[in-house]
């Protein structure tokens, strides 16, 4: 009996520390993306499909911990032989993180929502699906409506968090 006191005792002392280094899932504070992306504008007619290629730097913070983050996007994309500004607002859902390593999860999966204005009357509503791999990068892919040039963007984007959060060093024993 006293060995399986002694045996929780150093479990939970062991734990304390490697509980406090894991690191949640959409934890409050602000992220910082800067993201680039590539994919096609078509309007679904005889009209040709056009190259379509996005910067976007699109700052967030954690509304509800575990859950919620609202932001602005603003960037650039090149279409058409032109290069267009873009900028609104965003919100990314988190849906599913990934595998557990040390209570911290590898990656996880969410719902991204955009709302977009362009320089050239582009209005764009649309979203996606993004992947956040740790604290360090973002793979997206994303379908948006123009509904006032009346074309559909598609596009699949990788980013790289800037400014990121430093990572504690593993307690010493």
């Not at 490697?18 to 602000?30: I, P, T, V």
């Not at 919100?91 to 040390?102: E, H, Q, R, Y």
Request: include cysteine; glycine fraction near 12%; proline fraction near 5%.
């Amino acid at each position: 009996m006293k060995n399986k006191r002694h045996l929780i005792c150093v479990v939970l002392l062991l734990y304390a520390p490697l509980h406090s280094l894991a690191q949640s899932e959409f934890a409050k504070g602000w992220i910082f993306p800067l993201e680039i992306g590539q994919g096609a504008v078509t309007a679904f007619d005889q009209s040709p499909d056009l190259y379509l290629a996005t910067l976007a730097f699109s700052p967030q913070v954690t509304v509800v911990p575990g859950r919620l983050r609202l932001g602005l996007t603003g960037g650039g994309a090149f279409t058409n032989k032109r290069i267009y500004g873009i900028g609104g607002g965003r919100a990314s859902l988190l849906i599913w993180d990934g595998p557990k390593v040390l209570e911290s999860s590898v990656f996880n999966v969410q719902l991204v929502g955009e709302y977009l204005f362009g320089t050239k009357d582009q209005r764009l509503v649309g979203g996606g699906v993004a992947s956040e791999i740790g604290t360090m990068a973002t793979v997206a892919i994303k379908t948006h409506r123009d509904y006032v040039l009346n074309n559909w963007w598609f596009q699949a984007s990788l980013g790289l968090h800037l400014f990121r959060k430093k990572v504690a060093p593993p307690p010493s024993l």
